[in-house]
C-alpha cells in the first residue's frame, strides 16, 4: 500500500508541475487560493460548503443552488452574496453559522432571490443595488395586462426583468461607488449593468489583491449567462455595450478572482474579461442591422420605383405600388389589376386620413375602384395597424396565416414584442376573415400566389410570392432589408428573442428559403425594395450562419437556443384573469432542442391565495420535441387582487436554473 502511495503522490506531483509549467508558458501563474479555487468549482453543487479563496480569504466559501451563494463568515455570523433558492440557510449550522446578519444582492432576477420566503424567522437585512430598488419592491409593477410599447424594461412590451414573485423590502440601496463595512470587511459597490439593468458587483480587498463578486457580468470561459437578459432594446445592442464596458471597469481592478452568481469561479479574470470585451464587439458588430439604419437607410428603401400621379404611391412594376417619401416609410404595398381591383399587403403606420385621400387619388387617377383584401406579413402590430379601417370603410377583408392569426385575435395570450394591443389603438385585437396553411396558393385576378411560413424577424411571419409584371415577386416582411447592390450590406433585420426568434426558425430559415425561391424582386416591409436580389440573399445566409456561431461562442449551455430562448419553457395564456373562487387553465409548453431525450423537473410557485394543480410537472420529452401540460390555476377566496406572478421553477437534466420563467394572473 505504502508503494501505490509513493506512486500516487509522485503522480500527482507530476500533474502538478505540469499544470504550473503550462501556466508559466502561458504568462499565468495560478497562486494557491487560484488552485484552490479551481479544485473547488470541479465540486460545485456537490450539496457541501466549499472553499474558494482559502490563502487570501479563508471565511469564503461557496454554496450552489439557483445560483451561487457566497458564505462569508465571522465567528457563528454571517453575510451572503445573493441567496439562490435559500437551501443555504437550513445547512448553515453545518459550518458553525446560526446568524445571517446582511444577504447583499446582485441584481434582482428571481434564481439570485427566490429563497426569500425562507428567511421567516431570521433576523437578516436586505441590501442591493438602488437603481433595482422597485424591482424587488414592487416586482409585480412590470407586468402588464395591457402592454404598452413604451412600459419600462420592455422590448416594445414585452418584458426583459425577471424579478420575485412577492416583494422583497430593502433596509439598503447601494448608490454606484458606494462603500459598505460589515465585521471589518469593506466592500465597494461598483455598478456593473448589463445582464441586468442595475446590477451590482462587490469588489472586496485582501492582502492588495481584490476579490470581485460579479453578479453574471461573466460567466467562466468568457459567457455570458443568458442572452434575454441583455436584450434591452429593439436589436440596438443597448445592453451589449453596458455589459462591455461593465467587463471593461472589472478589468481595471485586476481581481485575482472573478466570483459571478452562475458557474465555476473565474481563476484568470483578466485574460477572461479581454477576451469576453472581444467576444462583444463581435457580437455588436453582427446584431446591429445589417443595412444603415437611421443613417442613410432612406436613400437605399428603394432605387426602383417612380412616382406616379398619386403623391407619395410610386410604382415599382406596372401592376405594383408602394408609398414613398421623405422620413415616411410605412408598411403598405398594393398589387392593381386591370379590373381595377387591389390586393394590398400590409397596413400600418399610416395616418387614416392619409390613407383615405390617397385611396380617393388612385380612384380617380390609377382606376382603383376596390380592394378585396390586406394580407398581413407577420404578427407585429404596425402592419396592421389601419387594416381594421380598410375592413370598415372599404370592405377589404384581412387575410394572413395560420400561425399569425391568433397572435393577432388574441394578443393577450402572449408575451411578444410589438403586440398590436401595445400600439394604444382604440382595438385591442384584430379579427382574422381568412387563414391560409402554409404552401396554400390561392388565385386572384388572374394572378397566382402563395402564401408559405417564412419566419426571420419573428417565428410567427409569411412570404407571399407570385409572378407580378413577369417577375418572381416575394412580399418578405420585416425579414430583409438592404441595398443589393452595395456588397457590404447583409440585410438582416433586427434580431430580437423576444420575437421568439431563434434562428433555425427565423433568419437561417429565411435565407434557406430565399435560395430555393430566387425571387426577382422583394418587396419589403416599411417601404423597402430590393432588385435583383441574389447576391444579397447569399450574404443574408452567411451572416445567419455567422451570427449562430457568434452566438454559440458567447453561450455556456452546448446548444446556444437555451441560452438565447425566452420562451422553451412558456406558458399559454401569459395572461390569466380570475375572479375570487375562479379556476383558469393554462398550458405549459416545454421544449427539448437537443438530439437526445430531455428530462425535466417545472414546479410553478404561486404568490399567496393562488392554487396551481398540479403543482409540479415531472417527465421526460423526446429529442427535439415540444409538448404542452395543462395546469389549473384556482384564485381563493384570501388571493390578493390586481396583478400576481406566477413563477416556473425549472430543473433541466439535473441543473436548477431556478425561477427562470413566469406568467401572470390578474385577480378580480
Not at 481581481?255 to 473565474?266: A, E, K, R
Not at 421526460?620 to 400576481?644: C, D, M, P, W, Y
Amino acid at each position: 500500500m505504502k508503494k501505490y502511495g509513493m506512486i500516487a503522490v509522485f503522480s500527482a506531483l507530476v500533474i502538478l508541475c505540469s499544470l504550473v509549467l503550462g501556466a508559466l508558458q502561458q504568462g499565468v501563474l495560478w497562486t494557491y487560493g487560484e488552485i484552490d479555487a479551481a479544485v473547488a468549482d470541479a465540486r460545485i453543487g456537490s450539496g457541501k460548503f466549499l472553499p474558494v479563496e482559502r490563502k487570501l480569504f479563508p471565511n469564503l466559501l461557496i454554496w450552489t443552488d439557483t445560483c451561487n451563494v457566497y458564505v462569508i463568515r465571522d465567528g457563528d455570523t454571517a453575510l451572503l452574496i445573493d441567496l439562490g433558492d435559500g437551501s443555504v440557510l437550513e445547512h448553515l449550522p453545518e459550518i458553525g453559522v446560526q446568524d445571517v446578519e446582511w444577504i447583499l444582492f446582485t441584481h434582482h432576477h428571481r434564481e439570485q432571490c427566490q429563497g426569500y420566503p425562507r428567511l421567516k424567522g431570521w433576523d437578516t437585512k436586505i441590501a442591493a443595488p438602488q437603481a433595482e430598488r422597485s424591482l424587488f419592491e414592487r416586482p409585480s409593477t412590470f407586468r402588464k395586462m395591457k402592454p404598452a410599447l413604451g412600459d419600462t424594461f420592455t422590448v416594445y412590451g414585452s418584458s426583459y426583468v425577471r424579478p420575485p414573485i412577492q416583494p422583497i423590502p430593502m433596509d439598503r440601496g447601494f448608490a454606484k461607488m458606494d462603500t459598505f463595512t460589515w465585521h471589518g470587511h469593506k466592500f465597494r459597490c461598483l455598478e456593473t449593468p448589463g445582464n441586468s439593468p442595475g446590477g451590482m458587483s462587490y469588489l472586496v480587498q485582501y492582502k492588495g489583491r481584490w476579490l470581485a463578486f460579479c453578479g453574471d457580468v461573466m460567466l467562466d470561459g468568457a459567457r455570458m449567462h443568458n442572452w434575454f437578459d441583455t436584450e434591452w432594446d429593439y436589436g440596438f445592442a443597448a445592453g451589449i455595450y453596458a455589459l462591455h464596458n461593465s467587463a471593461a471597469l472589472l478589468e481595471d481592478f485586476d481581481p485575482v478572482s472573478l466570483l459571478p452568481s452562475h458557474g465555476p469561479v473565474v481563476c484568470n479574470p483578466r485574460q477572461q474579461l479581454q477576451e469576453f470585451q472581444k467576444k462583444l464587439r463581435r457580437l455588436e458588430r453582427m446584431l446591429v442591422r445589417g443595412y444603415p439604419v437611421k443613417t442613410f437607410a432612406a436613400a437605399n428603401q428603394d432605387r426602383v420605383s417612380k412616382p406616379t400621379a398619386v403623391p407619395q404611391l410610386w410604382q415599382v412594376t406596372p401592376h405594383l405600388f408602394k408609398f414613398k417619401g421623405p422620413n415616411f416609410s410605412p408598411n403598405f404595398a398594393l398589387i392593381l389589376a386591370d379590373s381595377g381591383h387591389g390586393l394590398v399587403v400590409d397596413c400600418g403606420l399610416l395616418d387614416a386620413a392619409f390613407l383615405d385621400k390617397s385611396i380617393e387619388l388612385m380612384r380617380e387617377r390609377l382606376g382603383l375602384k376596390k380592394i378585396d383584401a390586406t394580407i398581413i406579413t407577420h404578427m407585429h402590430g404596425d402592419h396592421v395597424l389601419e387594416a381594421p379601417h380598410l375592413r370598415d370603410k372599404y370592405g377589404a377583408q384581412i387575410w394572413t396565416l395560420d400561425c399569425i392569426a391568433d397572435k393577432f385575435e388574441h394578443p393577450e395570450r402572449y408575451n411578444y414584442a410589438a403586440s398590436v394591443q401595445a400600439y394604444g389603438k382604440h382595438f385591442e385585437n384584430v379579427h382574422i376573415d381568412r387563414v391560409f396553411k402554409s404552401g396554400e396558393t390561392f388565385q386572384w385576378e388572374g394572378y397566382k400566389f402563395t402564401v408559405d411560413w417564412m419566419p426571420g424577424q419573428t417565428e410567427f411571419a409569411l412570404c407571399l410570392n407570385g409572378d407580378i409584371d413577369g417577375r418572381r415577386v416575394a412580399f418578405t416582411g420585416d425579414n430583409i432589408f438592404a441595398d443589393p447592390a452595395d456588397p457590404n450590406q447583409t440585410g438582416h433585420e433586427a434580431v430580437v428573442a423576444h420575437n421568439s426568434s431563434i434562428l433555425e426558425e427565423g433568419y437561417l430559415y429565411a435565407a434557406n428559403y430565399l435560395r430555393r425561391l430566387k425571387p426577382d424582386l422583394i418587396m419589403g416591409g416599411h417601404s423597402f425594395v430590393m432588385d435583383k436580389p441574389a447576391a444579397l440573399i447569399e450574404r443574408f445566409g452567411k451572416w445567419a450562419l455567422d451570427m449562430r456561431a457568434t452566438f454559440q461562442a458567447l453561450s455556456p449551455d452546448e446548444d446556444y437556443r437555451y441560452w438565447f430562448d425566452p420562451f422553451w419553457v412558456r406558458a399559454e395564456p401569459y395572461r390569466l384573469m380570475l375572479q375570487r373562487g375562479q379556476s383558469g387553465e393554462v398550458l405549459l409548453y416545454v421544449r427539448n432542442f437537443r438530439r437526445r431525450q430531455q428530462r425535466h423537473r417545472i414546479e410553478i410557485h404561486t404568490p399567496s391565495g393562488i392554487i396551481a394543480e398540479p403543482a409540479v410537472l415531472e417527465g421526460k420529452l423526446a429529442a427535439e420535441s415540444q409538448e404542452a401540460f395543462s395546469v389549473r390555476l384556482t384564485a381563493a377566496g384570501n388571493a390578493k387582487t390586481g396583478v400576481t406572478i406566477v413563477a416556473l421553477d425549472v430543473t433541466l437534466d439535473g441543473r436548477h436554473y431556478g425561477e427562470w420563467f413566469d406568467f401572470i394572473v390578474d385577480v378580480k
